[in-house]
């Protein structure tokens, strides 16, 4: 099976196409954003206090992101194989991540990181909150997801291209086109 990490800044379609690669590759695309959501809608403990970090654009803290990760990985579905989309996003999640899977005997097969043009994935994202009606996801909050993507998450591709396993795609471009590259950066054809 295949063992993926997603990395990409907000807005480069990571969520789209993960969906597609866990149903192309027959194993659950694993997104910290859907748990955060989930336990947000919930009202959890968890939940209240993700939400304050999400709502600033910020990351919900290391501690309960690798818990939730953890749990999730020791599921049955996510033996053979998975997608993680969303993480790792921190160094300290990579040496996280490194430990869980230690543990269960398994490797990374590889990290794809999707690129974008960052002015054009901020352009469209203004445009879909503001067509959306979502007046709290301005050209402001949206630029300040890159500026903390590019601090804490970018230097992981060269964390993972270090150890051979990075892949970098083009992320600009139809859904269906990107899926395919995707594919052929990981070898496997939809």
């Known amino acids: 099976m295949t063992r993926l990490v997603l990395l990409g800044p907000p807005g480069a379609g990571k969520g789209t196409q993960a969906a597609r ?10 997104s910290t954003g859907d748990i955060f959501r989930r336990n ?6 968890l939940g209240v ?5 999400i709502d600033a654009g910020d990351y919900v803290p ?29 160094g300290d999640q990579v040496l996280e991540l490194d430990r869980m899977l230690q543990e269960q005997g398994v490797d990374l097969d590889h990290v794809v990181e999707i ?20 007046s ?4 402001e909050v949206f630029r300040h997801r890159f500026e903390v ?31 395919a590259r995707l594919l052929a950066a990981i070898g496997r054809e939809g």
């Open 62 to 90: 290391d501690s309960v992101t690798n818990a939730m990760v953890a749990d999730r990985l020791a599921e049955a579905d996510a033996g053979p194989g998975f997608l993680l989309d969303g993480y790792p996003r921190t």
């Open 49 to 53: 206090a993700a939400k304050k970090y």
């Open 149 to 179: 993507y590019a601090e804490q998450t970018a230097p992981l591709a060269q964390t993972y291209a270090d150890r051979g396993l990075l892949v970098q795609v083009d992320g600009m471009g139809e859904v269906d086109v990107v899926t």
């Open 21 to 30: 690669l866990a149903q192309t590759l027959d194993v659950p695309a694993i």
């Open 40 to 45: 947000v809608t919930e009202g959890t403990d």
């Open 136 to 139: 709290d996801d301005t050209e």
């Open 115 to 134: 690129t974008v043009d960052t002015d054009e994935v901020v352009k469209r994202l203004t445009k879909r909150a503001a067509e959306q009606g979502r």
